[in-house]
T-cell receptor
Framework: DAKTTQPNSMESNEEEPVHLPCNHSTISGTDYIHWYRQLPSQGPEYVIHGLTSNVNNRMASLAIAEDRKSSTLILHRATLRDAAVYYCILRDDPNTGTASKLTFGTGTRLQVTL | DTGVSQDPRHKITKRGQNVTFRCDPISEHNRLYWYRQTLGQGPEFLTYFQNEAQLEKSRLLSDRFSAERPKGSFSTLEIQRTEQGDSAMYLC?????????????FGQGTRLTVV
């Protein structure tokens, strides 16, 4: 599985936008970029994923570099409930690829303060 | 459907005992995964099933670990002769294949403490 690199931790003020970076310089053409987050004492939860184009959903936006070697998860207005560990994961197409599993790194711990 | 459920939520056992955990996935999901997570680390993949077939096992899954999904619905993870190093959170996840909604949904995990 291709590896990703994320900062260990980041801080944000509540109500401010947060940009969480991820580097994946060895990404292959069939790898999707997935983001999951893990709130304290919870299992991970899906946030967003994309292949080439930027993606938006109700939770966040995903900006993907043109060369696909990096991406940024954007939380438009951080709240205290967004404090979590955010994982950037490369995953083969689960419909056609054989590498169905998610391979987690250590993620970015996001702290949100008032 | 209330999502992925795991039982028990907590288990304390003595070293050398056997333990079994259960995972009930989201009902229409055909894929089921087991992960292990220790403090400060991301979840580590153990194994996954598509329907009742176990398609991949990690090297982390020693001979003392066995997982089953006999009818392609719920799954069990058994650890025999537990060791203190087995203390961790054991997470189960499920997903579907086909279509666009293939994200994995995780349960809240079973926290195992081996004393």
């Amino acid at each position: 599985d291709a590896k990703t690199t994320q900062p260990n931790s980041m801080e944000s003020n509540e109500e401010e936008p947060v940009h969480l970076p991820c580097n994946h310089s060895t990404i292959s053409g069939t790898d999707y970029i997935h983001w999951y987050r893990q709130l304290p004492s919870q299992g991970p939860e899906y946030v967003i994923h994309g292949l080439t184009s930027n993606v938006n959903n109700r939770m966040a936006s995903l900006a993907i570099a043109e060369d696909r070697k990096s991406s940024t998860l954007i939380l438009h207005r951080a709240t205290l409930r967004d404090a979590a560990v955010y994982y950037c994961i490369l995953r083969d197409d689960p419909n056609t690829g054989t590498a169905s599993k998610l391979t987690f790194g250590t993620g970015t711990r996001l702290q949100v303060t008032l | 459907d209330t999502g992925v459920s795991q039982d028990p939520r907590h288990k304390i056992t003595k070293r050398g005992q056997n333990v079994t955990f259960r995972c009930d996935p989201i009902s229409e999901h055909n894929r089921l995964y087991w992960y292990r997570q220790t403090l400060g680390q991301g979840p580590e993949f153990l194994t996954y099933f598509q329907n009742e077939a176990q398609l991949e096992k990690s090297r982390l899954l020693s001979d003392r670990f066995s997982a089953e999904r006999p009818k392609g619905s719920f799954s069990t993870l058994e650890i025999q002769r537990t060791e203190q190093g087995d203390s961790a959170m054991y997470l189960c996840a499920s997903s579907s294949t086909g279509g666009i909604n293939t994200e994995a949904f995780f349960g809240q995990g079973t926290r195992l403490t081996v004393v």
